[in-house]
């Protein structure tokens, strides 16, 4: 276990971690405060300055581990405001262990505004919605081990590298998935950042090397064969008014319209038609596609379902990308083409007529998987390892149980 005095001498970027932290922050508590787990900071994520930060925050976690790391905080029902008890002790230990909680405070057992503060903290830090309560999806975070979380910023430390070593260009899009979360970065600076839900599980968002074509507005949606199979299908088998209720058309090989009626629902016999769904607010895409050139034919959008953003776990999409606020990335995508702002976008969508425009010249756009990294305020950032290509076990299950609550 490692003690206060431990936690206080644990360096990083030329200060203690308890020295960083602003003890009398008061984080947003709302539920749906998505934002607050975003950076303000404006340097991207693939910089130098994130690659020094994360080596800084590796050598301080190898300096923790070789204290002793942190004891696990005991499971049991959630600790909030008020609560008291010996879990709570444990708690206040494991959040000064990392400079969430000043270590310089009286030993307590009791949740106070303090200890709130410090889960806040704790939560803001590794991508939960910063409400002070130490709900299961914290408790998971907590209890990964500090060895854990060294091999994480070790592992991440490659994938860092790997991107700053080259010209991403003077303007681009930065997709973290682990993160679900975009960057527009312009000339080394971000311009914005965007709150995302990337791929289930079972059907992973893949790392992407492209550039953004065109913005497509009130897009048709044609259901990919995979979906068809695994969604469409079983939807139909249960109910039968499901592609009416989407506004979702079939299509034989001949282009012609058909009846769901007119389809066996019980044999494979509906995996060979087409399925296309017309623009609307039930269109899965949204009023929005961001189009580019792939292998894995993914893209960015918008979609009818705004309440996942506020969700710990954002893993729900297909593979596909959906972005919050997307109108106002399609806006700085174009912001070179003329007559097209978000007034013209905000028109031009309200006819409900497709439009495609061209993203002249096309924007660089790249999405990676970066789970652990050093941030440029002093602060060492985790994201839950949840499609376990860190090769840690404790990541991936934790990651797990996150996605099922």
């Given amino acids: 276990m490692l003690g206060a005095g431990a936690a206080a001498s644990l360096a990083f970027g030329g200060q203690t971690l308890a020295q960083q932290a602003e003890w009398n ?16 900071s404006r340097t991207p994520l693939f910089s130098e300055t994130t690659l020094q930060s994360t080596e800084q925050a590796i050598e301080a976690y190898n300096s ?27 708690l206040r230990q494991r959040l000064m262990a990392t400079g969430d909680l000043d270590p310089n405070l009286p030993v307590s057992t009791t949740f106070d505004s303090y200890v709130e503060g410090g889960v806040r903290r704790f939560q803001a830090r590794h991508g939960l ?21 060294l091999r994480q910023l070790q592992t991440n430390l490659v994938r860092l590298r790997t991107m700053t070593t080259g010209n991403l260009g003077e303007r681009y899009v930065m997709a973290n998935i682990p993160a679900a979360e975009v960057e527009a970065v ?30 497509n507005l009130n897009p048709f949606w044609t259901v990919p064969a995979s979906i068809v199979k695994k969604d469409l299908i079983p939807q139909m088998q249960k109910d039968p008014q499901y592609l009416t209720k989407k506004n979702i058309k079939i299509i034989d090989r001949s282009g012609v319209e058909i009846a769901p009626e007119q389809v066996n629902w019980q044999t494979d016999e509906a995996t060979a038609y087409m399925y296309k769904q017309d623009p609307g607010e039930d269109n899965s895409m949204g009023s929005v596609r961001i189009n580019m050139q792939n292998k894995d034919g ?103 149980a996150a996605a099922g609550q």
Avoid at 25 to 37: I, K, M, P, Q, Y
Avoid at 74 to 82: A, Q, S, Y
Avoid at 132 to 149: C, Q
Wanted: aromatic share 8%; glycine share 10%; net charge positive.
């Fill in 129 to 149: 919605i910063p409400v002070g309560v130490v709900g299961d999806d914290t408790m998971s975070s907590l209890n990964i081990p500090a060895e854990t979380r």
């Fill in 298 to 400: 993914v893209y960015m959008h918008d979609t009818p379902s705004k309440n996942l953003f506020g969700e710990n776990a954002r893993f729900h999409s297909s593979g596909c990308m959906r972005i919050q606020n997307v109108k106002e990335l399609c806006t700085w995508l174009l912001k070179n083409q003329p007559n097209w702002d978000r007034r013209s976008l905000d028109a031009a969508i309200k006819t409900g007529n497709r439009v495609d425009i061209q993203v002249t010249p096309n924007v660089p756009v790249y999405w990676r998987y970066i789970s652990g990294w050093g941030a440029a305020d002093g602060t060492v950032q985790f994201r839950e390892d949840i499609y376990g290509r860190d090769g840690t076990g404790e990541l991936a299950m934790a990651g797990a």
């Fill in 64 to 90: 923790l581990v070789t204290r002793g790391g942190w004891s696990q905080v005991p499971t049991g029902p959630r600790l909030k405001l008020g609560s008291s008890g010996e879990r709570v002790v444990a």
């Fill in 186 to 215: 312009e000339g080394n600076t971000v311009a914005a950042r965007y709150t995302a839900v990337v791929g289930k599980v079972d059907r992973m968002s893949p790392d992407v090397t492209a550039k953004i074509l065109q913005v």
């Fill in 25 to 40: 922050d008061r984080f947003d508590a709302s539920a749906g405060a998505v934002a607050t787990r975003t950076s303000g």
